[in-house]
């Protein structure tokens, strides 16, 4: 990768829009002052940066779950897959990953499978960092069933200042592990539901990187993973 690559990451074509519309607008601001036309700079820059879509090295491994999103884990609880994907009441290890607004937005499948339900519903737009907003707040739910038939559920869920969420597939399409499937406008989080007797492989507080960071084997029979803060 060149130094320019480093710093300079793909666009997604969701971006041009916003970044055309910051773009304008700091056109304007610079006919009002200097000043405030800089900080429209600024803020273009900000917006070209939030759409960016670099590309990730996803691990082939069979059976791997990896992250769908940029973020940090901030829970990992036994929670019930939301009602409207027809999974059942049963609890199910749910791996949480919080996007801020400096994360990229650019959601990725955590498993190679076929999307087999999605279910949209709308709703309020809370702090996504907050247990309530996987009850209340708008969100997009999948799941996909592997080539074993077990079946992993993931959403997307809608912020404090998220108000759009965008999904490029369709029930029925077939998905490769950290192939792109949707983004989430401005702030977000993505739940991840593991099939019964699957330990997660990450902890609260790590950092996840979309379509690299494993966060489970459902081969595997490690124990959930520990970790300290240091």
């Not at 991840?192 to 507080?205: C, I």
Request: net charge neutral; with cysteine.
């Amino acid at each position: 990768m060149t130094m320019m690559g480093t710093f300079i990451k793909p666009m997604h074509r969701e971006g041009i829009r916003f970044v055309a519309i910051f773009a304008a607008i700091t056109l304007v601001l610079f006919l009002i002052a200097d000043v405030l036309g800089w900080i429209g700079v600024g803020l273009t820059v900000w917006c070209y940066y939030f759409f960016r879509d670099p590309q990730r090295a996803t691990p082939t491994k069979e059976g791997l779950v990896i992250s769908p999103a940029d973020g940090v884990v901030t829970m990992i609880e036994q929670v019930a897959p939301p009602e409207e994907l027809g999974m059942g009441p049963e609890p199910r290890t749910r791996v949480t990953v919080f996007m801020n607004v400096f994360n990229c937005h650019v959601n990725r499948a955590p498993v190679d499978g076929v999307v087999t339900k999605i279910a949209y519903r709308p709703g309020k737009f809370f702090n996504a960092s907050l247990d309530k907003a996987s009850v209340h707040n708008e969100r997009n739910s999948f799941v996909m069933r592997v080539e074993d038939g077990r079946e992993v559920a993931f959403v997307q869920i809608a912020g404090l200042v998220a108000r759009r969420i965008v999904c490029f597939v369709d029930e029925g399409t077939r998905l490769m592990t950290g192939e792109r499937f949707g983004l989430i406008r401005f702030g977000s989080r993505v739940d991840v539901f593991l099939p019964d007797g699957v330990a997660p492989l990450v902890a609260v507080g790590q950092s996840a990187i979309a379509g690299e960071t494993v966060l489970a084997d459902l081969n595997g029979t490690e124990e959930p993973r520990r970790a300290r803060i240091a």
